[in-house]
T-cell receptor, first 113, second 112 residues
Framework: SQQGEEDPQALSIQEGENATMNCSYK?????LQWYRQNSGRGLVHLIL?????REKHSGRLRVTLDTSKKSSSLLITASRAADTASYFC?????????????FGKGTRLHILP | NAGVTQTPKFQVLKTGQSMTLQCAQD?????MYWYRQDPGMGLRLIYY???????DKGEVPNGYNVSRLNKREFSLRLESAAPSQTSVYFC???????????FGPGTRLTVL
């Protein structure tokens, strides 16, 4: 399977600092997606980056994709307490493959006051 | 719009009991999914429905059955619950299999 694997598994930073999470995957993709999950809630989609894109921004979020290294990173700038959550990457397979979107195990982000 | 709704929110079963988890979406999405989430395991796909009338096994289908009742509804059935099925279950939907998924609030199931 082409499971995305996030790194690190857990991250604690001070409020106001930037947080960077990484995702690596194994096979070719159509796109890669990042999701956030607050404790006890369902996942919420944050951003989708297609295989022909290298960088994408959404508010304080910046996502990069390097298909040659099969990796992506999610940067959250100027972190806030409300950013405390788990973050998951999910890889969507290239067309015509019989694979489904697969989620990684997530990075737990804790913003310290 | 309610998005993706799931019922029930909580359930406790005894080993061997059966139950059906309900899921509905009002976004006219073609694809629907059932996941389970266990500590340290991330999300694992149980079953998937690319479109009305079709279903497909995911990573962990054993012990479960699904029904895509119509475009809106996708139910998950446990015929004979086992303690290993204690988990949080999420339903999700998307326009198609490559697009962003929208998740329901989850069902917390405990099997004693």
């Amino acid at each position: 399977s082409q499971q995305g694997e996030e790194d690190p598994q857990a991250l604690s930073i001070q409020e106001g600092e930037n947080a960077t999470m990484n995702c690596s995957y194994k096979t070719s993709i159509n796109n890669l997606q990042w999701y956030r999950q607050n404790s006890g809630r369902g996942l919420v989609h944050l951003i989708l980056i297609r295989s022909n894109e290298r960088e994408k921004h959404s508010g304080r979020l910046r996502v990069t994709l390097d298909t040659s290294k099969k990796s992506s990173s999610l940067l959250i700038t100027a972190s806030r307490a409300a950013d405390t959550a788990s973050y998951f990457c999910a890889t969507a397979p290239s067309p015509n493959r019989d694979d489904k979107i697969i989620f990684g195990k997530g990075t737990r982000l804790h913003i310290l006051p | 719009n309610a998005g993706v709704t799931q019922t029930p929110k909580f359930q406790v079963l005894k080993t061997g009991q059966s139950m059906t988890l309900q899921c509905a979406q009002d976004m006219n999405h073609n694809s629907m999914y059932w996941y389970r989430q266990d500590p340290g395991m991330g999300l694992r796909l149980i079953y998937y429905s690319a479109s009305e009338g079709t279903t497909d096994k995911g990573e962990v289908p054993n012990g479960y059955n699904v029904s895509r009742l119509n475009k809106r509804e996708f139910s998950l059935r446990l015929e004979s619950a086992a303690p290993s099925q204690t988990s949080v279950y999420f339903c999700a939907s998307s326009l198609d299999s490559l697009n962003e998924q929208f998740f329901g609030p989850g069902t917390r199931l405990t099997v004693l």
